[in-house]
């Protein structure tokens, strides 16, 4: 039968990490859409486009040949048939990604193009992002906004960057995108019906078990 879980949340809230545990344990497919927004944005950086014209970034994303894994295993995407995995994850990026994920026929685009994983997935996947609890999978069985308070968001991003940055240079890096984000998705606050897990308090480990404590309620 169909378990198409949703999770959203703001960064460094282990969103990912715990998304593709979760995935395994339950032996679904994993959905990393913040993955395609980044890959759009690598594929504008790389041709020069201006990230601020709304026209051009809708069109280089209608025509973006992105292609990423859906197993919680194998983690790998490419654009235009080259590997993107680690690129993506470059903080020129990151400072990037907002312009695309605020172009609105940008996220149509990706909305639809996720919305076609999903279904291929034959139903069975956890799909994680900022809109999927609303936008991209609103009647899945199972929607979850994975929230931290924002010392333990730094926290967790500043080990994660191996202690590299300073807690400026941090917080500029989680708590802008989000705020630019929030202007166009709302996930700060859970939607009707999507349950809220606070992982603030928990480990990993913790946090898992409480995301498939909901799954399983
Ligand atoms: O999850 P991650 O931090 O990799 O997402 C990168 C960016 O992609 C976010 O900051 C946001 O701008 C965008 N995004 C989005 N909607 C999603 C997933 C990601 O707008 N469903």
């Not at 020069?48 to 790998?76: C, Q, Y």
């Not at 695309?100 to 999903?118: D, M, N, S, Y």
């Not at 807690?167 to 998705?185: G, I, M, N, P, Y």
Request: charged fraction near 25%; proline fraction near 2%; include cysteine.
């Amino acid at each position: 039968k169909p378990l198409v879980v949703a999770i959203d949340g703001p960064s460094g809230s282990g969103k990912s990490s715990i998304s593709r545990e979760v995935a395994r344990r339950l032996r679904a497919n994993y959905l990393d859409t913040g993955a395609m927004y980044r890959a759009v944005t690598i594929a504008c950086m790389r041709s020069g486009i201006d990230l601020a014209d709304a026209v051009a970034v809708e069109a280089a994303t209608r025509n973006a040949d992105i292609d990423l894994s859906t197993s919680p295993d194998a983690e790998w995407v490419r654009v235009g048939g080259e590997d993107v995995t680690q690129a993506i994850r470059e903080p020129e990026v990151s400072s990037n990604v907002s312009a695309v994920a605020t172009t609105l026929g940008a996220r149509a685009e990706l909305v639809r193009r996720q919305q076609q994983l999903i279904k291929d997935s034959g139903l069975r996947i956890v799909a994680e992002g900022r809109d999927i609890t609303t936008v991209v999978a609103p009647t899945a069985e199972v929607r979850i906004l994975l929230t931290a308070s924002e010392e333990a968001r730094l926290r967790r991003r500043g080990v994660q960057l191996g202690g590299s940055q300073s807690a400026a240079a941090l917080r500029e890096q989680v708590l802008t995108r989000d705020v630019k984000d929030s202007t166009v998705v709302n996930f700060q606050q859970a939607a009707d019906g999507v349950i809220t897990v606070d992982s603030s308090d928990l480990d990993f480990e913790e946090t898992v078990r409480a995301v498939l404590d909901v799954v399983f309620s």
